[in-house]
T-cell receptor, first 118, second 115 residues
Framework: AQTVTQSQPEMSVQEAETVTLSCTYD???????LFWYKQPPSRQMILVIR??????QNATENRFSVNFQKAAKSFSLKISDSQLGDAAMYFC???????????????FGKGTKLTVNP | DTEVTQTPKHLVMGMTNKKSLKCEQH?????MYWYKQKAKKPPELMFV???????INESVPSRFSPECPNSSLLNLHLHALQPEDSALYLC??????????????FGPGTRLTVL
């Protein structure tokens, strides 16, 4: 079974600075999908960024980018120019591809609470 | 419309009550999910519906009964709940496709309190 580990329960960053959230995972599959979700306090969980394992190029979405190291099974999230609105719980998640007998089930890490200081 | 809606936002019920949670999406997604989330924890999957059929039940107690009347609507019927069932209940939906991210879109959740 796949597992996802987020080793930083809490992180803080100064506004306008850069922060990196760690995520490692364990799998024997060669193809899979990785996601970072953001859940602000009392607000909706939204997708921040996604990565397909066979793509070597790291995904980027505006100020958010990932460092995907497939051999190391690492999928860290970098937030540049941090803003107050980035304060949230961030969850890393893994999903197997349906073609390999996987299901729609997401395996979540325990989350990292990010605080942005003004 | 890229939204998953959930009603009610808040629900307080006694252990003998029967209530239902509702989830709706109009994105044409054919997979819908129920999650339970405790404070400061990740969501825990409860049920998955694929093409209106129950495809995953994560050994959820029978006091939770899901229903998918059509491709846009998902209900969760609650009966004889326990105080430990108090949590945020999230609904999500996604496309179905073997070669696709199929990322899940989440609703805002229903905050359930069982007295």
């Amino acid at each position: 079974a796949q597992t996802v580990t987020q080793s930083q329960p809490e992180m803080s960053v100064q506004e306008a600075e850069t922060v990196t959230l760690s995520c490692t995972y364990d799998t024997s599959e060669s193809d899979y999908y990785l996601f970072w979700y953001k859940q602000p306090p009392s607000r909706q969980m939204i997708l921040v960024i996604r990565q397909e394992a066979y793509k070597q190029q790291n995904a980027t979405e505006n100020r958010f980018s990932v460092n995907f190291q497939k051999a190391a099974k690492s999928f860290s999230l970098k937030i540049s120019d941090s803003q107050l609105g980035d304060a949230a719980m961030y969850f890393c998640a893994y999903r197997s591809p349906l073609t390999q007998g996987g299901s729609e089930k997401l395996v979540f890490g325990k989350g990292t609470k990010l605080t942005v200081n003004p | 419309d890229t939204e998953v809606t959930q009603t009610p936002k808040h629900l307080v019920m006694g252990m003998t009550n029967k209530k239902s949670l509702k989830c709706e999406q109009h994105m044409g997604h054919r997979a819908m999910y129920w999650y339970k989330q405790k404070a400061k924890k990740p969501p825990e999957l409860m049920f998955v519906y694929s093409y209106e059929k129950l495809s995953i039940n994560e050994s959820v107690p029978s006091r939770f009964s899901p229903e998918c009347p059509n491709s846009s609507l998902l209900n969760l019927h609650l009966h004889a709940l326990q105080p430990e069932d108090s949590a945020l209940y999230l609904c999500a939906s996604s496309r179905q496709g073997a070669k696709s991210y199929n990322e899940q879109f989440f609703g805002p959740g229903t905050r359930l309190t069982v007295l």
